[in-house]
């Protein structure tokens, strides 16, 4: 029995289909002719567990409203401060 040998090139764009796309692995496996058992291992060695990117995309969506959350805050104390001014220098010209 021979062992084939893929090539770097070829796992990546495997595991992006299955990965990126969204293909299942026995899709991928039939489409390419690779057994299904070498994609879950080419998956296993490159760390693309569902699992991980769901909470990789969780842990960025957090960090994303965090931000947003101080930059509201901010934009609503510059409000509040352009809205005093306005009220003050209105007083000042009537």
Not at 59 to 76: C, F, I, P, T
Request: charged fraction near 35%; avoid cysteine; glycine fraction near 4%.
């Amino acid at each position: 029995m021979s062992r084939t040998r893929y090539t770097a090139e070829f796992k990546a764009e495997a595991l992006k289909q299955v990965v990126d796309r969204g293909y299942s692995v026995a899709d991928v496996s039939e489409r390419l002719g690779v057994s299904m058992h070498s994609l879950y291992a080419w998956l296993r060695a490159a760390g693309n567990s569902r699992e991980q990117r769901k909470a990789d995309d969780l842990e960025a969506l957090r960090r994303e409203n965090v931000r947003l959350k101080s930059e509201l805050a901010r934009s609503e104390e510059e409000r509040a401060i352009l809205k005093k001014a306005a009220a003050y220098f209105a007083k000042e010209s009537g």
